[in-house]
């Protein structure tokens, strides 16, 4: 475990407009904000109260990061560069299909991006509508080569799971258009109903698939992704070439990495902290570090079980019993884990422990009776 912070995430939170299903943090774009933005993003990474760097991996998420444009995003990247960025470093920035130009991808490309992830969504338009997306479909298609002819070889796209009136035929036509249009990796997620959004107050859920039918479209939409060549490595990511996201991985594994931005989580020297949703007060502050706020330690041994416990790889006893010596916790869960013997939601062996893509539907609750924790009250 080291504490040094390897990852940087970047939140922008500019957009178009507000899709009616996203709680993201996000605000009206306008280019003189993005420029301070922008600046005051450059002055954060002056102003990094923890050890980090080299950076091994940079991920600009939002909003909508590419609205920022390629300049905005080499000037940031040129200041990261200040604590190094490895060579080899994955550097993505998620771009919406409509807000992307030849000129932003080369100058993009040129600065050292090398990974694009994309929000297709779906490849029906009248699900896209619904969705309330800027894009069409053939848009989506334009982007994407687009970004294949600016020398972008890395695409992962976005797909929506669950959505209303959404069926297995649909589910297919997603896959094959990331697999005609260059994606190597893809983000499939089901589509939650978020309070305070406009499909909440719409009262969108009543419109939606239920539990059972949403499954069935996971489960599908899982097999249809295998058979298409994407490998499942967590629960909702799936690549092919072993082209994972290395960012992501970072999370799931535990590690230590810093976030800047309005809503941006940070975990560094063992603890979590976060920026408030506040934009003004980010671009206002002389220091944005004295806005973060500390939400405690974090990187316990459940944590890390639980975020291992979405990687299709699962806990991994070797690397467990290292990071958490004479716990003996191997055999605790193992003894957990003979509650759901039969069951077909998890499997187990020399090397590791691991849900099915059917256990990864009820996760949140197979990871719980997992827990060491809940197996000692359990007992008591
Ligand atoms: S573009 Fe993305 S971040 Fe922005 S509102 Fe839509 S879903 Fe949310």
């Known amino acids: 475990m080291t504490n040094q912070c390897r990852s940087l995430y970047v939140h922008v939170p500019f957009c178009l407009g507000k899709c009616p299903y996203c709680d993201f943090y996000s605000a009206a774009y306008s280019e003189e904000a993005a420029d301070c933005y922008t600046a005051a993003v450059c002055r954060a990474l002056e102003q990094i109260p923890f050890p980090a760097g080299p950076f091994e991996t940079v991920y600009f998420g939002g909003g909508?990061?590419?609205?920022?444009?390629?300049?905005?995003?080499?000037?940031?990247?040129?200041?990261?560069?200040?604590?190094?960025?490895?060579?080899?470093?994955?550097?993505?920035?998620?771009?919406?299909?409509?807000?992307?130009?030849?000129?932003?991808?080369?100058?993009?490309?040129?600065?050292?991006?090398?990974?694009?992830?994309?929000?297709?969504?779906?490849?029906?338009?009248?699900?896209?509508?619904?969705l309330g997306r800027r894009h069409d479909i053939a848009q989506a298609a334009k982007a994407a080569a687009m970004a294949q002819a600016a020398g972008f070889s890395h695409l992962s796209f976005d797909l929506m799971l669950g959505l209303p009136g959404q069926d297995e035929p649909e589910i297919l036509k997603g896959v094959q258009f990331c697999r005609e249009h260059g994606a190597e990796h893809?983000?499939?997620?089901?589509?939650?109903?978020?309070?305070?959004?406009?499909?909440?107050?719409?009262?969108?859920?009543?419109?939606?698939?239920?539990?059972?039918?949403?499954?069935?479209?996971?489960?599908?939409?899982?097999?249809?992704?295998?058979?298409?060549?994407?490998?499942?490595?967590?629960?909702?990511?799936?690549?092919?070439?072993?082209r994972v996201s290395r960012h992501n991985l970072k999370y799931w594994d535990c590690a230590s990495y810093l976030g800047i931005?309005?809503?941006?989580?940070?975990?560094?020297?063992?603890?979590?902290?976060h920026f408030p949703r506040d934009l003004k007060g980010f671009l206002a502050a002389e220091n944005v570090w004295e806005l973060c706020q500390d939400d405690g330690p974090g990187g316990g041994m459940e944590e890390y079980i639980m975020l291992r416990l979405r990687l299709s790889e699962g806990v991994l006893w070797e690397p467990l019993e290292k990071r958490y010596p004479g716990q003996n916790l191997k055999q605790k869960i193992l003894h957990a884990a003979e509650m759901l013997q039969g069951s077909g939601l998890v499997d187990r062996n020399q090397k590791q422990i691991r849900l099915t893509p059917q256990g990864m539907l009820v996760s949140n609750s197979i990871i719980s009776m997992l827990m060491p924790e809940y197996q000692e009250e359990t007992e008591s």
Not at 261 to 273: E, L
């Open 261 to 273: 931005g309005p809503s941006a989580h940070s975990f560094a020297q063992g603890r979590r902290f």
């Open 186 to 242: 893809v983000s499939a997620y089901l589509l939650k109903i978020e309070p305070g959004t406009a499909f909440a107050k719409k009262g969108m859920a009543s419109h939606c698939p239920g539990e059972d039918a949403q499954a069935d479209l996971y489960l599908f939409a899982v097999q249809t992704l295998e058979a298409y060549g994407y490998a499942q490595y967590e629960i909702s990511n799936f690549a092919c070439n072993g």
């Open 64 to 130: 909508t990061p590419s609205l920022l444009g390629g300049r905005r995003i080499g000037a940031i990247l040129q200041k990261a560069a200040c604590f190094s960025i490895l060579p080899d470093a994955e550097i993505t920035v998620e771009c919406n299909p409509c807000s992307l130009t030849e000129k932003n991808l080369k100058e993009m490309y040129s600065f050292g991006v090398n990974r694009i992830s994309m929000g297709i969504q779906s490849a029906s338009n009248q699900q896209l509508q619904l």
